[in-house]
């Protein structure tokens, strides 16, 4: 079982910056997929960025520019650097991950853009 452990959300002024992790535990190879989705409140849960095994990153047109994905495959670790955030970037920030043809979402980190 591979449960996806979240951290680095918070509060943070317009402008400002986060980085979030999440590191996949349990996972015997690397994920294929890693990525992050936002959900704002009322609001459907949207993509954010994803990074795949094969080197290919896609990024929504709202944060392209802005937020840089990354992974570490010896730590089976995502980061999701956020820059220039603004206040419609609040939301939950969930990690998301593919192994094995399953899909696996971790608990979510707060984030809150707000001066």
């Known amino acids: 079982q591979v449960q996806l452990v979240e951290s680095g959300g918070g509060l943070v002024q317009p402008g400002g910056s986060l980085r979030l992790s999440c590191v996949a535990i349990g996972s015997s190879s690397p994920p294929y997929n890693m990525g992050w989705y936002r959900q704002a409140p009322g609001q459907h849960r949207e993509l954010v960025a994803i990074?795949?095994?094969?080197?290919?990153?896609n990024y929504s047109g709202l944060v392209r520019g802005r937020f840089t994905i990354s992974r570490d495959s010896a730590k089976n670790t995502v980061y999701l650097q956020m820059n220039s955030l603004k206040p419609d970037d609040l939301g939950v920030y969930y990690c998301?991950?593919?192994?094995?043809?399953?899909?696996?979402w971790g608990q979510g980190t707060q984030v809150t853009v707000s001066s």
């Open positions: 998301y991950v593919t192994l094995g043809g399953r899909e696996y």
């Open positions: 990074d795949t095994l094969a080197g290919t990153t």
